[in-house]
């Protein structure tokens, strides 16, 4: 109460000091128009009064003087007048008694200078304006009419000014103040206790309030950075709460402090670089503004929370038509914008390059030569040049970035980069390389279309180490290997010996990142009427497939098994919808292009036929969609389906089980895709069985509670103990054993 008490009377005294500072500055402002408006007045009226005085000055009269004098004196509401001659004498004046001020020597100059001049000056406690006028008429003697008046009348008006407009200004500052601390009450105070409250909670375990209420957005920077250390302090939280339960359980239980851990201890700090074809953050040009995005990709997806944790160089091909504004002189960029982690350098590529190089070699030779998907690859000699050349081009970089370290860590993704082992380990022997290859790798007769297979094998056993998703993979690849190239091979410990190097070919089964602390969380589930109703759609149930619109992931199969599944269960019409969400792939290339028009027709067709005004069977949103939008739909469907024809892993099946906090829910998914073999409670399906993917559906909105749930926790479980720190700990430890 006395903090409240002391609080206002300051607001008091500090509005009255306003008012008086205000009112002062009005109250000075208003004084000297009023003299300035009395001293135009007066000489007008002195203007009026010398057109008489000609004739006068010239041959006086007293009894014409005081007749004159007395009417202009009460006319014009003055004090007195006087009048002189040129010789400064007083012809005439008729001033009150008690005004004793009077002086003559101002008058000849007066007359000589020809000008009037104005003076005020204090008469026995009276304020008085005295206004000095010379009478110069032709053919008349000149003479000076000094006129008086009393402003004390200005004092007056003044004093009431100045009680009327400090009392205006005080109150209007008083209104202002009180609105302001009431704003300051409500919009500030009342919300940074919500803050404390909230904080509080946090501190205390209270997980009700795990998240900052959501009409503090409004204060910005401030709610933003405490949101991130309550993110962290809820981290820090979860992690030695999940260190404790590691410790009581003894699992070995990755998390990214751990692999941080684990990383130094093998690294010495080593400069640890990856290197893969598309970047984890891409800007681009939006209106005038430049805005940061992520690309659809699951190498991206799993990769990033390696960097994240570990730090590093990623250096990648730079796509975004933003991208060049956005780096340093060196190319480089800290990352993520939110909260820098590790350094990413990009590398540009030409047009022609990027036509190529990543469309031709790459995604019209290899990436159809991997997948065994019915579309014949196409190899040119020009994509084959530019492929040569741009392997060339990273090597270069990658170079650059090691050339003082003695034995770096080299991480190299995927397909685009079979040339950058070789290339780099004949300049940096003591490099420590592996490359892993995020596609499948097919038998040796399929492999050996390429024309330039053995180019592509000996620049991949450059690696100390060559990972795939799967033990198959591994291989079809070290047979390929034997087949094409005079080497030994050694199936007891899965190496390859070609002159003095040895490669180590071994499975990694890619992940991502989910720690227990993941698995205990559990988050409000989305109706589904709420997820549809922006689409007018509504139905019961829901399926949700993810997928980047190639010919690889069978959506075209997938869409013939819901409606196969629609024939055969007709109480589902208007009932069941499946949502696919389609990211555009690869559009310039024919085979993508016709597969999103096969897509695009295939969904219009059976919707067309299942025609409802309220309800679509296929609901495809061919749009790249962010984890924060398809998240809702993940957690909340009835199922997910993976109809993958050919997959290395297929992340989604695992970013679905992950979102499944609640242990419902059911994955239907593909035994082509690399993911089939971890996760087995899934519904394993054959896409290409058209009956077989339709009864799955109804075998998995018929599922009971009890076995979704126990199918759930072991898939659930399983990712937990092979997530992605997993995976990067169990290739860095290997990279490090290799001697």
Known sequence: MRNTLAFILSVVLAVSLVAFGFTAFQVSAERDRLLDELEVLTAK?????????GTIIEKPGRQDLERLADSIKARNGLLGLALYNTGDSLLYNNLATDLTYFSAAPVQEA?????????FFDNAGTRVFQYVRPVNKPDHSPGVLILYSDIGYIDQLISKFWLHSFIRWFLQALLIAFVTLALLRWGIFTQMNKIVNWMKAL???????????????FLGPLHKEIESIAIEMRLAKASAEEEARLRATAEAIWTPERLKAEMGSLLHDKKIIVVSNREPYMHIHEGKTIKCIVPASGMITAMEPVLTACG???????MGDADRETVNTENKIKVPPEEPKYTLKRVWLTKEEEDHYYYGFSNEGLWPLCHIAHTRPTFRKTDWLFYKKVNEDFARAVLEEVKDEENPYILIQDFHFALLPELIKSKKPNARIAIFWHIPWPNPESFGICPWQKEILLGMLGADLIGFHTQYHCNHFIETVNEALESRVSW???????????????PFPISIAFTLKDFDNTTTKTATDTLLTEHGIKSQYIGIGVDRIDYTKGIVEKFLAVERFLEKNPSYIEQFTFVQIGAPSRTKLKDYSDTMAAVEAEASRINLRFKSKKWKAILLLNRHHTHQEIYPLYSSANFCMVTSLHDGMNLVAKEFVASRDRNDGVLILSRFAGASQELQSAIIINPYDIEEAADAIKEALKMTPEAQSQRMKHMRMMIVRHNIYSWAASILRTMASIN
């Open 111 to 119: 007359i000589e200078k020809d000008s009037s001049y104005a003076v």
């Open 492 to 506: 007891a410990n899965y190496s390859i010996k070609i002159g003095n190097r040895t490669s180590i070919v071994k």
């Open 312 to 318: 590093g160089i990623w250096i990648a091909s730079g």
């Open 203 to 217: 501190r205390t375990g209270n997980t009700e309030h795990n998240t900052p209420p959501s009409n503090l957005r």
């Open 45 to 53: 009226r002195a203007d009026e009064i010398s057109g008489y005085l």
